[in-house]
Every structure is written in structure tokens, then in C-alpha cells.
């Protein structure tokens, strides 16, 4: 334990996340069974996920990742993003599966995926770790979810809190100060 999880509580073990990837790898290996996959994470909060989700993959995969960033307080997303990197390979003609974090209201991966069209891939779809659809703004397509939460701020297994706590294998919940 640290100065920083000492109050953490665990929303999600490291186990039930493996045994979740297993689950969504063998979906994604069936959906598109005969064909080949290209996987794009969004960093930074995804690198973490994708590792472990890729592996769960039996197919002929491709990886690429590019970076955002949202700017707006901790608890509250301004829904402006900013594109910090691009993507290193083309994606016109390939079958895409963008692989997030979390989606919360949803600003980010419409605003990514209203980007991606204009570059013409085979298909696109969408897998997140984490759905917090409480305050959902944006009707973004979800084709994979790896689990739904509550409107509570996590960290962990690839989620920041100013950025530490990515290393964590478990998703944790940060106890507000009136609830601790
Ligand atoms: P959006 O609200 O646009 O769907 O999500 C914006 C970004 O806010 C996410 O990609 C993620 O980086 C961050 N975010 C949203 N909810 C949480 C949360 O509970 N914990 C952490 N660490 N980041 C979050």
C-alpha cells in the first residue's frame, strides 16, 4: 500500500478484468473470424488494456495508437479535445477496432470517430474497458464494453489521477472527502 491507494477501495479485481478480456477477445476473434484486425488505442489511459485484450485476440492483428487529450477538470470534461498524436499507419480499407479506457459522456470517442470516417476504414468499431453512461452527451456506438460503473471517478489499470496510478492492476475508487 501506498500514500496514494491507501484509501482506495477496489471497484473491479485484477482477476475479474482478465477473465473479462478472455470473454471480449474471444467475441472479437468470432465477429470478425476470416478477416484482419486493426487495433488503435488511445493513449495514454488504453495502453494497459490493449495489451492485455490483443492477446485474447486469434487473429492477424495490426496495432497503431494515437493520443488525446481533453481539457477541463478532473471531474468535469469540456468535451474540447485535442489531438496530441496521429496515427502512424493508414487506416483507409482495414477493418479498425479503436480500444478506449472508459467512455463518460462520450465527447472523446465522438469526436474521434467523426475524425477516423474521413479516413475511410472497411469498418470501425468500438471496444472500452469501462461504460459510464450517467452523463452521456454523445451517442457513440459502443460494440464492446468490458463493464459498466457508476458515476465514480476511477484510477487504475491504465485510468490516472494526475497521472499516477496507471500501473495499478485493479480499478479502484478514489473515496470523495465527505464519503471517507
Ligand atoms: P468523455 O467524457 O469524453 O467520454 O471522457 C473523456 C476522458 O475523461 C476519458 O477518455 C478519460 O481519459 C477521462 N475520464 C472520464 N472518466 C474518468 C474516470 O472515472 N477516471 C479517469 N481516470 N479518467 C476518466
Do not use: W
Not at 57 to 72: A, H, N, R, T, W
Not at 166 to 180: A, T
Amino acid at each position: 500500500m501506498t500514500k496514494r491507494t491507501e484509501h482506495l477501495e477496489v471497484l473491479i479485481s485484477a482477476e475479474q478484468i482478465e477473465a473479462r478480456c478472455k470473454e471480449l477477445g474471444a467475441q472479437i476473434t468470432e465477429d470478425f473470424a476470416g478477416e484482419e484486425l486493426h487495433v488503435i488505442g488511445v493513449l495514454n489511459g488504453a495502453f494497459v488494456f490493449l495489451a492485455d485484450l490483443v492477446r485474447q485476440i486469434k487473429l492477424d492483428v495490426s496495432i497503431d495508437f494515437l493520443g488525446l487529450s481533453s481539457y477541463g477538470s478532473r471531474k468535469e470534461t469540456s468535451g474540447v479535445v485535442r489531438m496530441d498524436s496521429d496515427l502512424s499507419l493508414p487506416i483507409e480499407g482495414r477493418h479498425v477496432l479503436v480500444v478506449e479506457d472508459i467512455i463518460d459522456t462520450g465527447l472523446t470517442m465522438n469526436y474521434l470517430l467523426e475524425n477516423l470516417e474521413t479516413r475511410r476504414p472497411a469498418s470501425m468499431s468500438v471496444c472500452t474497458l469501462l461504460n459510464k453512461s450517467a452523463d452521456r452527451r454523445a451517442d457513440v456506438p459502443i460494440d464492446y464494453v468490458g463493464f459498466e460503473i457508476p458515476d465514480e471517478f476511477v484510477i487504475g489499470y491504465g485510468l490516472d489521477d494526475a497521472e499516477f496510478s496507471r500501473h495499478l492492476p485493479y480499478i479502484g475508487v478514489v473515496p470523495q472527502p465527505d464519503e471517507s
